[in-house]
C-alpha cells in the first residue's frame, strides 16, 4: 500500500475509510502516531528479552477499562511520515516491540522497507486483527504477542463494541500459531527469538469467560503454547468494570489452566492488580 492509503480495511472493523481524507474508527490518518517510545521496558514475560516498546497513538478496539486510554482515544505523539518512522524503529535498543499496532501495519510496513537495521521483531497486538493482516505482520514479524480478551461475542460487544472480537481473533491467532517457538538461552537469560505468547488478562466477573479462552487456546492451539495469564487489571474510572480482580477469581482461572495442562507460562502475582505496569502518558 502505497502513501495514500485507499479505503482502509486492515482491521475487522473495515472501515473503508479512504485515511486521507478522514480517519476510521482507530482514529489514524496515513501516518503513524507516535505516542511514546520506552527503553528498556519490562514485562511480564521476561522470556521477550530486551526491548524498546513503541506505543502508537489510536486504537481499533478501544476497551472501556483501557490502561492506556491517554493514548488510545487520542492524536497525543508526533505524525511521523515512513522515513521518521523507519528512523524512531532503527533507533531502537534490543527488539523492537510495536504496541497494539494493527491500525497501523500500512505504515509500519513501509517503514520497516526503509529501515536500515534488522532487529528481532515483536507485534504486541490485541488480536482483533483480520487473517489477512496476521499474515502480512507475519512477514515480517519474530514474535507474536497477541491477547485473547474475550469468548463470548456479549463481553466483547459490551467492553469492546465488537460483537465479532473472538471470531476473529481465533482465526487470527492459528495464523500466529504457524511462528515456530524458539526459545534461546535457559532460566533467566531464555529469551524468544521466535514464537508466539498468548495473552488473557482475567477480567472481574468474568471467570468463565477465562476459562473459555483458555480451554480454546489447549484445545485449537496446544499446550505447548505459551501463555500469560494476567491478573494486573486496574480501573480506569472512564469504563467497567469498576473494581479490581480478587484473588479467588485469579485463582480459579490459574487453576483450570493448570488442569489443562500447560506446559510453558507466566502467572502474575494477584497484588500486580495495581498501576505499576500502565505506563504514564
Ligand atoms: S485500521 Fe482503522 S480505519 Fe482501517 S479498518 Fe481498522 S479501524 Fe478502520
Redesign the pocket.
Known amino acids: 500500500m502505497g502513501n495514500a492509503i485507499i479505503k482502509?480495511?486492515?482491521?475487522?472493523?473495515?472501515?473503508?475509510?479512504d485515511?486521507a481524507k478522514r480517519?476510521?474508527?482507530?482514529g489514524?490518518g496515513v501516518y503513524a502516531r507516535v505516542a511514546k517510545t520506552v527503553a528498556p521496558f519490562l514485562y511480564e514475560e521476561p522470556i521477550l528479552g530486551e526491548l524498546t516498546a513503541v506505543f502508537f497513538s489510536g486504537c481499533?478496539l478501544r476497551c472501556s477499562y483501557c490502561q492506556n486510554i491517554a493514548i488510545s482515544r487520542s492524536t497525543s505523539g508526533a505524525e511521523c511520515d515512513d522515513a521518521r518512522l523507519a528512523e524512531i524503529f532503527d533507533g531502537a535498543v534490543g527488539a523492537l516491540d510495536l504496541v497494539t499496532p494493527?491500525?497501523v501495519?500500512s505504515a509500519v510496513e513501509r517503514a520497516l522497507a526503509l529501515c536500515k537495521t534488522e532487529r528481532r521483531i515483536i507485534w504486541n497486538t490485541s488480536g482483533y486483527e483480520t487473517e489477512d493482516g496476521a499474515r502480512r505482520a507475519s512477514e515480517f514479524a519474530d514474535v507474536f504477542l497477541t491477547d485473547i480478551k474475550y469468548y463470548s461475542s456479549d463481553l466483547s460487544r459490551r467492553l469492546s463494541s465488537a460483537p465479532d472480537y473472538f471470531e476473529h481473533a481465533k482465526r487470527a491467532v492459528k495464523v500466529m500459531r504457524e511462528k515456530r517457538d524458539v526459545i534461546v538461552g535457559e532460566g533467566k537469560t531464555a529469551v524468544m527469538t521466535s514464537g508466539l505468547i498468548v495473552r488473557h488478562l482475567v477480567l472481574p466477573d468474568c471467570v468463565n469467560d477465562s476459562k473459555n479462552v483458555l480451554d480454546f487456546i489447549a484445545g485449537e492451539l496446544g499446550t505447548d503454547t505459551y501463555i500469560s495469564l494476567m491478573s494486573q487489571f486496574t480501573p480506569n474510572g472512564a469504563g467497567g468494570p469498576n473494581r479490581r480482580l480478587n484473588r479467588i477469581e485469579y485463582k480459579i482461572v490459574a487453576e483450570h489452566a493448570l488442569k489443562l495442562g500447560f506446559k510453558n507460562g507466566f502467572f502474575q502475582d494477584i497484588t500486580s492488580a495495581d498501576s505499576k505496569f500502565t505506563p504514564e502518558f
Open positions: 482502509c480495511n486492515d482491521c475487522p472493523r473495515r472501515c473503508n475509510a485515511r480517519v476510521g474508527f482507530c489514524a481499533n494493527s491500525h501495519l
